[in-house]
């Protein structure tokens, strides 16, 4: 009961770190031309999940300063704000003429460097170097970075339309709260999901964008927590599963299969304006 008034807490605390950066932030894109025609065409900032990145890092600062900080928070600060950072740097530089795993890298087969490789690649490093701190044998490893890697990549295939990234990453955890991940991580993360849920309002009414900043980001928050805390079976399964959606993906699209189920299509746009 105490974990969980204290959890409540921290992720107010998000809540309202959120509405002061956002007041700030999204003014600022707009001013400096930071914008991006959403999938109705219209013309409105994009990466500002980036924000959330600044929301950990002001939180984490409190939590050090009331003797909470634990060095798992700096691992995993590191690798969000890395994935966050390469994020931003391809909603503001990013060519979408080359899409997916496939394009990406057979664009760098052919030497050609693209703003998605250099997420890709850096992503991917980020992974790894995670997975060599927290893993055991090779294998381990392979199991641990592939985890966090395509995490990381589902949640930006799941924004391509207002809200739905943000409604993927809170069923995830929902899913993980359920098969594992326990109160300490989540008072790691509380003042995150304090941030996503101010922010999504926003995001549903289309007014402001995810971008790869928030969505990358926020996909690296499941591959890390699934990582430390799930069971190696449960680890093996979640692979399997994050393999066989990319798979598809590359030939068939999501938001395709969404609109072709009625209840997928009713809860992709619940809030939606």
Do not use: C
């Not at 999204?26 to 980036?50: A, D």
């Not at 943000?166 to 326990?182: D, E």
């Amino acid at each position: 009961m105490i974990v969980f008034f204290w959890i409540l807490t921290v992720l107010i605390m998000g809540l309202l770190l959120e509405a002061l950066l956002l007041y700030l932030w999204v003014p600022f894109l707009r001013t400096q031309g930071l914008v991006g025609r959403n999938y109705l065409g219209v013309e409105i900032p994009v990466g500002v999940g980036f924000s959330f990145t600044f929301v950990l890092l002001l939180s984490y600062m409190l939590y050090m300063a009331w003797g909470w900080y634990q060095p798992v928070y700096l691992m995993f600060l590191f690798g969000f704000s890395f994935i966050a950072f390469l994020g931003f740097v391809d909603d503001m530089l990013g060519q979408r003429d080359t899409l997916g795993f496939s394009g990406h890298f057979g664009a760098l087969f052919r030497g050609k460097l693209t703003t998605g490789g250099i997420k890709a690649l850096g992503g991917g490093g980020a992974a790894l170097f995670i997975a060599l701190i927290i893993s055991g044998p090779w294998w381990e490893i392979l199991l641990n970075t592939l985890v966090i890697a395509l995490f990381t990549n589902l949640l930006n295939l799941l924004d391509l339309r207002p809200g739905r990234a943000v409604k993927g990453f809170l069923f995830f955890m929902l899913v993980l709260g359920l098969i594992g991940v326990k109160g300490e991580a989540f008072f790691m993360i509380a003042p995150l999901l304090g941030a996503v849920l101010w922010y999504l309002p926003g995001d549903l009414g289309g007014r402001v964008m995810l971008g790869d900043a928030g969505s990358n980001a926020l996909g690296f928050t499941l591959g890390f927590l699934s990582i430390m805390h799930l069971s190696l079976p449960a680890k093996s399964i979640l692979l399997i599963l994050l393999l066989l959606i990319h798979l598809y993906t590359e030939k068939y699209s999501l938001s395709t299969v969404i609109e072709k189920n009625n209840f997928l299509r009713w809860i992709d746009r619940i809030g939606r304006e």
